[in-house]
């Protein structure tokens, strides 16, 4: 665990160092760069801060805290971008982070898991409950694109009421979901954790960045202090992430839909990777595939309709109009995952598959033309 | 039970109703609205007369009955809209009914259960056959439009002879499903049945409208009479449903895509709804998904056939050219009643979660603009 | 077994019979025919000396010489038809491979072993892990095609770079597949063959041709001989099918997508027919489903790709980008495929299911307006 912590407090440094590099005019790769390593332990000591604060708000309100905040970087990131009228850079990241979560970090957990465990085995109930919710969260974030698909096109203003409506479905669907979870079956949830020995509960606790707090009493307004300095600086890094982004990309001849998809989500999503390999390598598959599902599920059901409806009121054209090889990745990663995790098992090969294919998308979206501007 | 009975009854005023309607001209609105309600007691009593006479002509030839006339309203509706040429309408209806009784009917019957039982359970066995058979048939029926949507369009005589041709084979796997089911491999759906006390399959039987003839023996020339008069009245209001259809539906600001997959199955269908949403609440959920996904089943492989092979004699131009979006809408369909279903449990958030999925569609069939003329 | 050593043996007289076709001018149509049945009992013979061989190399280099040599037929076949610039017919080969070992092979296993014995049972683990390598493998290699599909259209050089980055992925991940199945997971695979007694470990490797040799020791030099011979008489057979294939199939009236899809794989996957159909008619549906999803397995990691980098070395424009529809039928069979194998057991209405599913895309391809040139 040292190692990612220290690793962590190391990265702190890009901090003023982004900040330099603006200021000082050092180019747009260097801030883009300096930004995107800065955001990295920013994003974990939030995670942190909102799991400290949770226990002492009790499961029901530290729950939606949790729900709320989990995905915070991203949101963050997406709320940035679309205020600077990004569009295109948005909706690629909201893709891009539920083929990232279900691929990368599910693949990588499973292969450094399994290269320690011959056979790791999770949970296929809670897989299964997530599995449904993922596919529905999945096709209903995409259905706009398959009507402007499948129709001679519709027009800008029916999208856009179009996605507000499914947004809005979404987010109750998620209400739903906690409501499932947290209060009528807590019980699914919770085999897995009853299982845990002690000792198995306290890792858990530490691979969250926890140190010397999680064995007595929580700081409750040292925590609170730390995880609004943190949200504050991560805007404030994601401003210069996003603005840098267009000239740096461009300049490294990578396009809009790929950074989108590959780079901003890599980004994002770097605490849960930690964690979701860190728990994976002490056997603890089913916190690791939670975090990846869960992850992804909080995209599609939360993320990805409050930025429709951040977009509304900040009068950007922000709809659920995707690329259609987005869908077409997204279903591929939703497909695969299902098949690879509905067994409640895992080995190397399982993990190098979800990667393997992951390597794929990856190629397929450096290689793909995009059409439309960047904006 | 008594409350669906009442209501069924009452909604008989409806048949006068809409017929007065027409003859004294109350406007199209009012006797599309009087005859979708006429026909609904008229459906359930068609169920009720197939099972009573089924149960006296014995498992095989009773269950061949139940086979052909499960479906007849759909069936009814669809040839008079074919003969009146609303052949878009007739197709939409047949993706309609599908999606409907995977979505609407099972998500209603599992959030039903699912508020009063925290868990309820049903055979995976044959939810497994089913799934495998609905696969093969929604693929089947949905083929012809990609052998269009993926070339550069082939003609109206070839989609037609391609649809017959699938329409042949279709029918031959649902003579084959019958014998399966009905004569080599009943054991695997009797399980469910032999579990059950004499109390329950009571229950089972006054579901379907039985009253004072399930205790003591059927009364067939009656159950006949009743099952003639009610296929008659069908038609009758049938007539009346389509006529009024285009115009009623146009000034509600309906498109002919969104009627014939909404509106059009919900009428067709209600009878299968409300038996089984009833006997969900019963915590009976193998009755309740084996009437959705077999009535599901029955329109691929049975329905659909027929009404192609039905407007080839007509000479009305039927085939399987779908909507693309039909298409993408019957996908989504299985898939999650698929993802759901396939282990044997349910809880009130799958219910809830099929049910967002079809007002999702729903959403998406209001805003898609069809290019298409109604007809 | 008598019955199919003997078609086999006689089959071999259709050799010098082509050749005289060929040389004396019997007309296109004729040495199509003649040569494809010529092929047969070549690839039968490839197969026996190929598994004779691996059991003197032992498990690592014998699974290895099975796993290179095991689709060596279509190999060469394909290597012929290439060099002979007939791409969409090598690439219509390809898929018409998986979807014939899936549904063709497979179905006729499950419906002729299932009319014997009411209910077959195979190991789902090894059913599921090949699925989730399966769903990989056919979607990488579909993705290029994807790529064209939804974008305005790609460069062909652009195609061809994206083409063998994603085949090198694929051998890349066919490499780790031996490594686990053949090192690191053996036990997995072995399971089923340790439960065999010894008599059915003798009908297995009766049911590969093997006669009098299986006894006794194997004669190295005679097996090796027979596979070199072999070898280069399907290649000789492959010159006069690929040779009289475009005039032979026009004049029958048939497109090439149709021939590539449905004619050619039947005769390169025969040997594998023959294999899966007579174990599964004597209950050993594990083997029987290891073969056939085996092979589709083979072409999608390893002679697709070999065949796209062949294609390179070649001077011929083989890429990944197939006919649309192809990728739906691909797409289809997989998914009928794993719904039916996933949960470890058969009947003959299943084997009917993925029957009916190839009957009705062989119909769809048959009509299937190709617009491409043949080459």
């Known amino acids: 665990m040292l190692s990612k912590d220290k690793i962590f407090l190391a990265l702190l440094i890009f901090i003023p160092i982004s900040i330099a590099a603006r200021f000082l005019h050092w180019g747009e790769i260097v801030i883009f760069i300096t930004s995107a390593l800065a955001i990295l332990p920013l994003a974990a000591w939030m995670g942190t801060a909102t799991e400290e604060i949770a226990v002492v708000l009790g499961p029901s309100l530290g729950g939606l805290l949790n729900a709320t905040f989990g995905n915070a970087t991203e949101l963050i990131i997406g709320l940035v971008a679309l205020n600077a009228g990004l569009i295109n850079v948005v909706k690629a990241s909201l893709t891009g982070s539920i083929i990232g979560n279900l691929l990368l970090v599910m693949g990588l957990s499973m292969l450094l898991g399994g290269l320690r465990y011959k056979e790791q085995e999770f949970q296929p109930i809670v897989a299964r409950v997530n599995a449904s919710s993922m596919n529905l969260a999945v096709i209903a974030m995409l259905l706009p694109t398959m009507v402007n698909y499948t129709s001679q096109g519709i027009s800008e203003s029916t999208m856009q009421t179009l996605s507000s409506a499914v947004a809005i479905v979404l987010i109750i669907v998620y209400g739903l979901t906690l409501l499932f979870s947290m209060r009528t079956h807590t019980y699914l949830y919770d085999a897995g954790v009853a299982d845990m020995e002690p000792e198995e509960l306290e890792t858990l606790a530490d691979s969250n960045l926890a140190d010397e707090e999680s064995g007595g009493k929580v700081n409750l307004p040292l925590w609170i202090g730390i995880l609004l300095a943190c949200t504050l600086m991560v805007a404030v890094e994601s401003e210069l992430l996003v603005d840098s982004l267009e000239v740096a990309t461009e300049s490294l001849g990578l396009t809009a839909l790929f950074t989108g998809v590959i780079i901003v989500p890599i980004v994002g999503n770097a605490a849960e990777h930690a964690t979701a390999v860190t728990v994976a390598m002490k056997n ?43 869908l077409v990745a997204v279903a591929v990663a939703v ?36 059409i439309e501007g960047i904006g």
Not at 306 to 311: D, K
Not at 347 to 368: K, P
Request: charged share 10%; no cysteine; glycine share 8%.
């Open 335 to 370: 497909l695969i995952a299902n098949s690879i995790s509905s067994d409640g098992r895992s080995n190397w090969l399982e993990g190098t598959l979800l990667l393997a294919a992951y390597i794929v998308l990856g190629i397929a979206f450096y290689f793909h033309p995009v």
């Open 284 to 326: 603890k598959m089913d916190l690791s595939v939670s975090v990846a599902v869960g992850s992804s599920l909080q995209i599609a059901l939360f993320v990805a309709p409050v930025l429709v409806l951040a977009g509304f009121i900040l009068g950007q054209p922000m709809d659920l109009d995707f690329n259609p090889f987005e």
